[in-house]
């Protein structure tokens, strides 16, 4: 079986891109200087019924948003993950087109809770957690939050994400955390927290937009129903 720590994630610099004013390649060392560091714990939903608390390391992507300055053209943003079959072998999986794609409507990622992240628990990233550069949006299932990003780009259409190619039925490509919309084969009304006597911890029940209710604003008058 291959070892993470065998595992050598040659990602030297994320490139930014698109409908923007001001293209960019940054290093992990540029990406650590643009803006202050800071901790946050968030709650994390995976969609399949677990969930976990989490300090994460990073800052506000709207920091970067802001360098790049988006034309008036830029609706969404699309996260493009790293695809090294040498070194990955999962990306021969058919079950998913790699590499793996995300993406946010542009005010979503313009929110201060959505955070470019490049640590968590006190250390850098590890290879199985998306070193070097993640995004996490804790209101959103976890898919929601790509790993080891090679690319970002601002356009005009909303982004083909991975898992909403793949099923479409099941993986919307908004994927807010709703206890009230059940995914096919499973309710989402309830979860189990890792850390909390393992699976022997009783059922918590799931709240809307994972307790984030600060970001219910940018889904006003939107049918969670039906932009699942």
Same mark, same amino acid.
């Given at each position: 079986?291959?070892?993470?720590?065998?595992?050598?994630?040659?990602?030297?610099?994320?490139?930014?891109?698109?409908?923007?004013?001001?293209?960019?390649?940054?290093?992990?060392?540029?990406?650590?200087?643009?803006?202050?560091?800071?901790?946050?714990?968030?709650?994390?939903?995976?969609?399949?019924?677990?969930?976990?608390?989490?300090?994460?390391?990073?800052?506000?992507?709207?920091?970067?948003?802001?360098?790049?300055?988006?034309?008036?053209?830029?609706?969404?943003?699309?996260?493009?993950?790293?695809?090294?079959?040498?070194?990955?072998?999962?990306?021969?999986?058919?079950?998913?087109?790699?590499?793996?794609?995300? =993406?946010?409507?542009?005010?979503? !990622?313009?929110? %201060?809770? #959505? /955070?470019?992240?490049? *640590?968590?628990?006190?250390?850098?990233?590890?290879?199985?957690?998306?070193?070097?550069?993640?995004?996490?949006?804790?209101?959103?299932?976890?898919?929601?939050?790509?790993?080891?990003?090679?690319?970002?780009?601002?356009?005009?259409?909303?982004?083909?994400?991975?898992?909403?190619?793949?099923?479409?039925?099941?993986?919307?490509?908004?994927?807010?955390?709703?206890?009230?919309?059940?995914?096919?084969?499973?309710?989402?009304?309830?979860?189990?927290?890792? =850390?909390?006597?393992?699976?022997? !911890?009783?059922? %918590?029940? #799931? /709240?809307?937009?994972? *307790?984030?209710?600060?970001?219910?604003?940018?889904?006003?008058?939107?049918?969670?129903?039906?932009?699942?």
């Amino acid at each position: 079986k291959r070892s993470n720590k065998k595992i050598q994630l040659f990602l030297k610099s994320v490139s930014i891109e698109g409908e923007i004013k001001k293209p960019m390649v940054l290093d992990l060392d540029a990406l650590l200087k643009l803006a202050p560091l800071e901790e946050r714990v968030y709650r994390l939903r995976c969609v399949e019924g677990w969930s976990m608390v989490i300090p994460w390391i990073g800052y506000s992507l709207s920091e970067l948003i802001k360098k790049v300055e988006p034309n008036g053209n830029a609706k969404y943003v699309e996260f493009i993950s790293l695809a090294d079959k040498k070194q990955m072998p999962g990306v021969n999986n058919p079950v998913l087109e790699w590499p793996y794609v995300e =993406g946010l409507r542009l005010d979503e !990622a313009n929110h %201060r809770l #959505t /955070l470019l992240t490049l *640590g968590m628990y006190g250390q850098v990233l590890p290879v199985q957690n998306g070193a070097p550069v993640r995004i996490i949006t804790p209101w959103k299932y976890g898919f929601k939050s790509a790993k080891s990003i090679v690319k970002i780009r601002f356009v005009r259409e909303q982004p083909k994400t991975a898992w909403n190619i793949a099923a479409p039925s099941e993986y919307g490509f908004y994927s807010n955390v709703n206890p009230e919309v059940n995914h096919p084969r499973w309710s989402q009304a309830t979860e189990r927290r890792i =850390g909390e006597d393992g699976f022997l !911890a009783r059922k %918590r029940k #799931t /709240l809307m937009f994972n *307790g984030y209710d600060e970001v219910a604003s940018l889904y006003s008058g939107m049918d969670l129903r039906k932009f699942f």
